[in-house]
C-alpha cells in the first residue's frame, strides 16, 4: 500500500538533512511543498528528481483531492518551507484524510525551529508549551500570553521581526520581566541566540532581521498559601485552649505562610 511520509527538511543549514530523509524524497513518486522554490533548492543540492507539486496554506482544500489521488499510485511526501510539516504548517488535512483512508502515514523527523530553540535557550526543557506564531494584533496577543501566564513549562513561541518588539513589549506587560532566549536565524550563516530578560532583549534588538523563535521562561510563582479548613480547626482548638489572638496569629501564619491579617479575620469569627 502507497504510504504518505511527513519529511522534515533544513530550517536554515542544507546540511541538515537526514539520509532517511533524502532516500525517502528520491523514491517518491510526488512531494506536496509547502513553498516550491526552497524545495528545488534543497533537492538541487543533492540531485533528486522527483517531480514536486504545492501544497501550501491557500491551495491545500483545493490541491488536497490531487494529492490523494496521487497516493493511489505511489508514494508521497509532504514537505514545509523548513522544519517539520504541520507543525505550524501546512498538513493537518492531508493526513487526516491519508489516515481516514487507511494509508499508511510516516514520520521522517529531523530539524525543527522549537527543539532546537530549546536546547540552546539555557531555560527549562522537562515541560514546555509550544504556541506558534503569535497573533499579529496587541489585544489577541495579549489574550494568548495571559492563557499560559500561569504555565509553569517554558513557553516557546515564533515570531516575525517587524512585530518582534511589540511582542516583547506585550510579553512583558502581561507575563513580567521574565528570562527569555532570543533566537535569530537559527542553523544560518547569521545565527545568534541572546539570553537575558525580556526588557533586556527590547533593548538589544533595536532593528531586528530574521525569523526569530522566543523560548520564555515559565511562571515561577510559588501558589499563594490558602485558608484551608485543617487550618481554622487548629485556630479553633487554639481559641479553646486559651490561646491569646497574638499567640495564635503568630503561630499559625508561621507555619502556614499565610498573612497576618487573613488569621486575624478567621480568628475574629470564632469569638
Known sequence: MPTLYVVATPI?????????????????????A??????????????IKTHVTSYYEQNKRSKLGYIMGQLEEGDVAIVSEAGVPCISDPGYELIVAASQQGIPVVPIPGASAVTAALSVSGLATDRFTYVGFLPRKSGERRRLLESVASEPGTIVALEAPHRLRQALADIVFVLGDRRVAVCRQLTKMHEEVFRGTVTQAMEYFTGPRGEFTLVIEGCRDKAQPQLTPDVERQLGEMYLSGATAKEAVASVAEQTGLSKKEIYRAWLKLS
Open 12 to 32: 536554515g543549514n542544507l546540511e541538515d538533512i537526514s539520509l532517511r530523509a533524502l532516500r525517502t524524497l528520491r523514491e517518491v513518486k510526488l512531494i506536496a
Open 34 to 47: 509547502e513553498d516550491t522554490r526552497k524545495t528545488m533548492r534543497l533537492l538541487g543540492a543533492y540531485d
